[in-house]
């Protein structure tokens, strides 16, 4: 339930502004969110302000990740928007002394149809704003997508303009520095806080517990002050949580299905730590004063920071002021504000503005990175080319924030833990389930199955990237169909349309099969095509790749096609965007990424010890389609469209040469190891 | 130490250390923070800028290395409020995200334009290749640049 109030504001010059507690770093929530109410309203999108993550002003919000933004915040968007439309009908009906049927709501005005009398949105809301409470059942517009593409609201990201968190410039701001151990939870023996000091410009060297930071005028100052410190290093203690068990899915009768198939595989998949590698590292600025605090942050969760920085200051949260500026995007990473919360424990040391700026190395040695994944698949098919049994079992680390590694400079006990938020106490199998288990049964309808997870912490800091556990599980779920595809001589688009009627997924699969040209694609000779899909909440995802691969086994991703339901799209070219982008992002982790790593040291600290994909590597084009229906409700789609494609990628390796690689990432060495059979 | 540098078409005066990376001349001393750091390794080429019409990476330059040639950064690529062909076909091709390298990305395709009007979409690729993109924007620059050379 919610407040019009909370989410909207009548200005006095005709303009809208819009109320959101999500963060925009670059999913394009400044340009659909204005979209969302403006179809409501009845107004041209750019008269729609949006205020974003500032949390003196929006409503509490749990965080921005899930890919639910639009599906959820934008829904609550749009039925304050259809509430406040209902209102003002109502408004200008009492004032004209017409019925609001006969009233048409177009162009930040009221019209009646009968004898064209006009009231201005700023008449009506003059002296008497629009409140009350949201009905549950308000009624709603049938979006249709009648706002133009206009050029993306951007100008100020063009011109340099644009005031990201590592621009903030406060006076007497000074810079600060955390160390990073390479073996995530090291616990600090000692460090030279003397020859720390010594160092030209230094304010402060604060070391609580295994928190060792330093404090100067200049930022270099703090870097040559931070590896005066010679900090020496004992190893972290055993992990203290144990691991979580959940049963997915556990039919009756899977042996006996087993016993009874025609044909039974099985297989093993392995996928990785990934590391989120924004291009601006981790950053944060904090004014902790003797009674208030400000904080900037590359952050994902607004409240749970502010919070956080709260227990650190000992102050009440609504003393404590978050404000958002532009953000580098961090696919899941930000859930986590590891410099905003550095800052604030130092600023609260020396009582003076601080920066915190991450290097690359301490982003590659302290960010919470993907989770390893182990799949154990095993399936059989009967003679009509049916999957009648289906078991896998999966073991990978947690993604979340439950029992996934807090940052380590997080206060010992948070006023709320973020994601969980006002809902609280939920149970830890459900939430491994529903994040490292995202999508780990398959959507389709098989014979008897058992899914089975095992979540247990790895010696690397693991949490959120893009999707969670969605795209190592669907990795081995759609690799694995397309064993069973091959292994029972049918088709792949045929198996997995034999296995749904679902309407949504057989007509993205459908969609994307004709638009790639699937029957008539070059195969073999080192060019081949694969297909992989998802159902990932309420958004359906086919897509189609080819690659090429080269004599010594080199992949190169030619060319995308994506078929797509998301509902009803608001903003269909910064759709389009967040597809290619989802697509552009997978293809790097299925091709090149692994983060290196030995006994829970992360090896390296540069862009040469961990690359990702560059202009060289993007393929020629990614065709994308919408196969929606404008009266289904928008769901999300900054992670679903990244989910298919290593799956897709992999068969399609597999089709141009016949190496099968189930471990990620299908590197030269992987394709050749995987033809010889090594 | 005094350094006289050409920013944006003026003389700037510098009073920093020798050594002091470009980069942090510009963001730090002369306010100019549309150049972003991403790794000080000249690796990721968010922070570049133009020295005499060339793509350089300002966090591996030292300001002595670069006094008296011309600098142009990403605030200094517009005439008045009239953007750059290249600033406005990113805006017309939606060819950005989070935006955080969209300032090396425009400054290295405006030199390549200047260098190649019409470049082939593999010169593209090769000259905008020192800039990674995580958000995955690659394909929409392509087009941007394809765009601005038309």
Redesign the interface.
């Known amino acids: 339930m919610s407040r019009v109030e909370e989410r909207l504001r009548f200005e006095i010059d005709g303009s809208v502004t819009a109320l959101s507690g999500k963060m925009e770093?670059?999913?394009?929530l400044r340009a659909a969110y204005p979209r969302i109410v403006a179809e409501e309203l009845g107004i041209a999108p750019s008269r729609v302000r949006v205020v974003l993550g500032d949390t003196d002003v929006v409503p509490w919000d749990m965080g921005t990740f899930g890919s639910m933004s639009v599906e959820m915040d934008g829904r609550e968007l749009r039925r304050a928007a259809a509430f406040a439309r209902s209102e003002l009908l109502a408004r200008a009906a009492s004032r004209l002394a017409t019925q609001a049927t006969e009233l048409d709501i177009e162009d930040g005005a009221v019209t009646s149809r009968l004898d064209g009398r006009t009231l201005t949105f700023t008449q009506l809301v003059a002296g008497e704003p629009v409140t009350g409470e949201v009905p549950e059942d308000v009624p709603l517009a049938v979006p249709t997508p009648t706002c133009p593409?206009g050029?993306?609201d951007?100008?100020d990201?063009?011109?340099?303009?644009?005031?990201?968190v590592?621009?903030v410039?406060l006076p007497g701001m000074l810079h600060g520095r955390v160390l990073h151990p390479a073996v995530h939870g090291a616990r600090l023996r000692s460090v030279d806080r003397d020859a720390a000091l010594a160092e030209a410009g230094v304010v402060a060297v604060v070391v609580e517990g295994d928190f060792a930071g330093v404090v100067a005028e200049?930022?270099?100052q703090a870097l040559r002050a931070l590896r005066a410190q010679q900090p020496q290093w004992d190893p972290p203690l055993p992990p203290q949580a144990p691991g979580t068990d959940a049963v997915l899915r556990s039919d009756a009768g899977v042996d006996e299905a087993f016993g009874g198939a025609a044909t039974r595989i099985a297989a093993r998949y392995f996928t990785p730590h990934v590391a989120?590698?924004?291009?601006?590292?981790s950053v944060g600025v904090a004014d902790v004063r003797a009674d208030e605090a400000f904080v900037y942050g590359s952050t994902q969760v607004p409240f749970g920071l502010r919070d956080a920085v709260a227990a650190i200051a000992k102050l009440p949260v609504e003393r404590v002021h978050f404000r958002p500026r532009?953000?580098?995007?961090g696919?899941g990473r930000h859930g986590s504000s590891d410099a905003a919360l550095e800052a604030a424990r130092l600023s609260a040391a020396v009582r003076r503005p601080v920066l915190v700026?991450w290097?690359?190395a301490d982003e590659l040695h302290g960010a919470p990175h993907r989770a390893q994944m182990e799949a154990a698949m095993e399936g059989g098919v009967d003679a009509t080319g049916r999957i009648v049994a289906w078991r896998s079992e999966i073991s990978t680390n947690p993604y979340g924030y439950a029992g996934a590694a807090a940052a380590r400079s997080a206060p010992a006990r948070p006023a709320r833990p973020a994601a969980m938020g006002r809902a609280g106490g939920w149970d830890p199998t459900q939430m491994v389930a529903m994040m490292a288990g995202r999508n780990a049964v398959p959507p389709y309808e098989l014979g008897a199955a058992e899914v089975r997870l095992h979540v247990t912490p790895g010696r690397v800091r693991t949490g959120a990237l893009r999707s969670l556990g969605a795209s190592p599980n669907v990795f081995a779920i759609e690799s694995f169909v397309d064993e069973l595809a091959r292994a029972a001589s049918v088709d792949p688009f045929e198996l997995r349309l034999r296995h749904t009627s679902d309407a949504r997924l057989r007509r993205v699969l459908e969609v994307v099969r004709e638009r790639s040209g699937w029957a008539h694609a070059r195969r073999g000779q080192g060019r081949g095509v694969g297909v992989a899909c998802v159902v990932y909440r309420a958004t359906y995802v086919a897509e189609v790749v080819e690659v090429s691969v080269a004599a010594d086994g080199e992949v190169r991703l030619e060319r995308v096609w994506c078929a797509v339901d998301a509902g009803h799209i608001v903003h269909p070219?910064?759709a389009r965007?967040?597809v290619?982008?989802?697509?552009?992002?997978a293809a790097?982790w299925t091709l090149i990424e692994e983060l290196p790593h030995r006994d829970g040291e992360v090896l390296g600290e540069?862009?040469?010890d961990y690359p990702?994909?560059?202009?060289?590597d993007?393929?020629r084009?990614?065709d994308v389609v919408f196969t929606g229906d404008d009266r289904t409700p928008s769901s999300g789609l900054g992670e679903p469209p990244a989910v298919p494609t290593g799956p897709a990628i992999a068969n399609a390796v597999f089709d141009a040469c016949g190496a099968r690689v189930r471990r990620l990432p299908i590197r030269a060495a992987a394709v050749r190891r995987a033809l010889t059979g090594g | 130490m005094r350094y006289l540098l050409q920013v944006n078409g003026g003389p700037r005066e510098v009073d920093v250390?020798a050594g002091?990376p470009l980069l942090?001349v510009l963001?730090?001393t002369l306010?100019?923070?549309?150049?972003?750091?991403?790794?000080?390794?000249g690796?990721?080429g968010?922070c570049v800028v133009l020295a005499e019409g060339a793509p350089i990476p300002a966090c591996t330059t030292a300001v002595e290395d670069v006094a008296g040639r011309a600098i142009v950064?990403?605030?200094g690529?517009?005439r008045g409020d009239e953007?750059h062909p290249v600033?406005r076909a990113?805006?017309?091709e939606?060819a950005?995200?989070?935006?955080?390298?969209?300032?090396g990305m425009?400054l290295a395709g405006a030199a390549l334009l200047q260098r190649v009007p019409s470049p082939s979409e593999d010169q593209?690729?090769?000259a905008?290749?020192p800039?990674?993109?995580?958000?995955?924007?690659?394909?929409?620059?392509?087009r941007a640049i394809q765009r601005a050379a038309r």
């Open positions: 770093y670059g999913q394009g593409d050029p993306a951007s100008v990201l063009v011109t340099g303009r644009a005031q990201f590592a621009d410039r200049r930022h270099g989120s590698a924004p291009i601006g590292p532009a953000m580098s995007g696919y700026q290097s690359r070219d910064g965007n967040q290619e982008g989802a697509v552009q992002m790097s540069t862009w040469e990702i994909a560059t202009f060289r993007a393929p084009a990614i | 250390p002091t942090a963001r730090d306010g100019l923070t549309g150049a972003r750091f991403g790794c000080g390794h690796a990721c968010a950064t990403i605030e690529l517009a953007l600033q990113f805006l017309q939606g950005l995200q989070c935006g955080y390298c969209t300032s425009i593209i690729r090769e905008l290749a800039h990674l993109c995580r958000c995955g924007v690659y394909l929409r620059a392509i």
